[in-house]
């Protein structure tokens, strides 16, 4: 008897029947199936390795604890209820390959690109043998389970990025040995503030600080991001942020889980402008996943608002030693009563006019130059280190997706390439096959229309691997579509 009933049509189908393009989902899940990732990291990273790893994920610390333990110490709330249950058939979807071949048109998906949901976590693994050995089988055991379905979707390997040497090395094995196409990297690393490493080792753990491997880390990236263009592979990042700043609440999985991605996301962009990598390598891509596009729209402008006012052309507006002290006497003489007497005397008392919150810096050496690396004389040079070579993944009930097309928000008409990214295998998706109809109740609202729907289920998730590699797609159904962009 068969299980799947494939004669009730969907809401999905239909929608992609009416479109002229395919859909390609630039971040699905995969539900792990346990019995065969413990086969292979044993025969990966051999017996010992398997039982400490057994250990480790018997119970984190947070389980262990009391609820006064838990506040004491300010351990954040790990994540619990994250798969589908009730739905079966959506559960074994996510785990079975050939079962989700088998429902991409329901689901109104041509290809799909396939992330792991266990390298979320292990991918964070503070053990550098169980991050590398557990991440390693990962991606062995994902090649394995993709590979005949290669013309419908495509797996992602994780890579460790907690030292440069070590992803490059795993990238290596991923692209080079197990031929994947596609990977995604810890975009930030818990790392010791290193006073408190030194004088307090104890305490190390409670004094850190979030490395965005871009700005002041303690390791040089650059020949990560070198292997990467080396390599054909966009940049991935699945990264949240639960654990730093106001994530941190104990008891409440909501309270560190909303804008998590979207955080973590924002700390990576801003670093990968800022700390000069999008200038250094202008050819790699990046993409940023689960956190929407509307956190972007927010960052792009404020950069753009910053670079506009304190590029090296203007930034003197605000050199203190550039204040006209005699004037301010004046003024001060003629509107000041009640605050002075009389007019005041820079000569006599250079400090009268002190800002009582520091503002003669004049000896600061650093604020002028924080943009001369850039080469920002203007605010609109910001815009290609930014726009051309991020791309923003976006769920299906995001509301939000507009704001990244909207020319008339965003600084000098940028549009930022935000793409579909369905999340299927995980809470937020109910029910399968109502990603893609979701996801166009925004043209059917009138906040996209066709053509940026295009965009954002087709061509953005398409040139983010594409316009890295040529022949990300060769040999899948969508091959010929994406020839015609490219």
């Known amino acids: 008897m068969a299980v799947l009933d494939r004669t009730k049509a969907t809401r999905s189908l239909a929608?992609?029947?009416?479109?002229?393009?395919?859909?390609?989902?630039?971040?699905?899940?995969?539900?792990?199936f346990g019995p065969l990732y413990f086969e292979i990291l044993g025969q990966v990273a051999g017996r010992r390795v398997l039982e400490r790893f057994m250990k480790r994920i018997e119970a984190t610390g947070w389980?262990?604890?009391?609820?006064?333990?838990?506040?004491?110490?300010?351990?954040?709330?790990?994540?619990?209820?994250?798969?589908?249950?009730?739905?079966?058939l959506d559960r074994a979807t996510a785990m079975l390959p050939r079962l989700l071949r088998t429902r991409m048109d329901d689901f109104g998906l041509d290809f799909s690109i396939v992330y792991s949901t266990m390298a979320l976590g292990l991918i964070r693994e503070e053990d550098e043998e169980l991050r590398r050995a557990s991440l390693r089988a990962l991606n062995t055991m994902f090649a394995q389970m993709y590979r005949e379905?290669?013309?419908?979707?495509?797996?992602?390997?994780?890579?460790?990025?907690?030292?440069?040497?070590?992803?490059?090395?795993?990238?290596?094995?991923?692209?080079?040995?197990?031929?994947?196409?596609?990977?995604?990297?810890?975009?930030?690393?818990?790392?010791?503030?290193?006073?408190?490493a030194r004088t307090n080792p104890e305490l190390a753990r409670y004094g850190s600080w979030m490395d965005t491997l871009c700005m002041e880390s303690p390791y040089d990236y650059d020949p990560l991001w070198a292997k990467c263009v080396?390599?054909?592979?966009?940049?991935?990042?699945?990264?949240?942020?639960v654990g730093f700043g106001s994530r941190v609440v104990t008891n409440h999985y909501i309270h560190n889980h909303v804008g998590s991605f979207a955080a973590a996301g924002e700390a990576f962009a801003k670093a990968l402008v800022l700390g000069g990598v999008t200038k250094r390598f202008p050819t790699l891509n990046f993409a940023f996943l689960e956190g929407g596009v509307a956190w972007a729209s927010e960052l792009y402008a404020g950069l753009v608002g910053h670079c506009g006012k304190r590029n090296p052309t203007v930034i003197e507006n605000y050199d203190p030693r550039n204040i006209d002290l005699e004037l301010l006497a004046d003024l001060f003489?003629?509107?000041?009563?009640?605050?002075?007497?009389?007019?005041?005397?820079?000569?006599?008392?250079?400090?009268?006019?002190?800002?009582?919150?520091?503002?003669?810096q004049a000896e600061d050496t650093l604020i002028a130059h924080e943009l001369e690396a850039l080469g920002i004389k203007s605010a609109e040079d910001l815009r290609e280190l930014f726009e051309p070579r991020f791309y923003f993944g976006c769920e299906a009930d995001d509301p939000l997706v507009s704001v990244g097309f909207d020319r008339r928000l965003n600084p000098f008409g940028a549009r930022l390439k935000a793409m579909f990214s369905s999340d299927i295998g995980h809470w937020d998706v109910p029910d399968m096959?109502?990603?893609?109809?979701?996801?166009?109740?925004?043209?059917?609202?009138?906040?996209?229309?066709?053509?940026?729907?295009?965009?954002?289920?087709?061509?953005?998730?398409?040139m983010l691997h594409a316009g890295m590699n040529p022949d990300f797609f060769k040999g899948t159904i969508v091959e010929h579509e994406v020839a015609k962009l490219l």
């Open 333 to 360: 003489a003629e509107y000041g009563q009640g605050m002075v007497e009389g007019r005041p005397d820079p000569k006599r008392d250079p400090d009268i006019f002190r800002w009582p919150g520091g503002w003669l």
């Open 230 to 241: 080396e390599l054909k592979v966009a940049v991935t990042a699945h990264s949240p942020s």
């Open 63 to 88: 389980e262990t604890m009391t609820p006064q333990e838990r506040l004491d110490r300010r351990v954040a709330r790990p994540s619990a209820w994250t798969l589908p249950t009730k739905n079966t």
């Open 15 to 32: 929608v992609r029947e009416r479109l002229k393009h395919p859909v390609v989902d630039a971040d699905g899940h995969a539900i792990e």
């Open 149 to 196: 379905h290669a013309d419908r979707m495509t797996p992602v390997a994780a890579i460790p990025a907690n030292t440069p040497q070590e992803a490059i090395e795993e990238l290596e094995h991923a692209v080079g040995t197990l031929k994947f196409k596609a990977v995604m990297i810890n975009s930030n690393v818990r790392r010791p503030i290193p006073i408190v």
């Open 433 to 462: 096959t109502e990603v893609l109809a979701e996801a166009y109740e925004l043209v059917e609202r009138g906040l996209l229309d066709e053509a940026d729907f295009e965009e954002f289920t087709f061509r953005n998730p398409a």
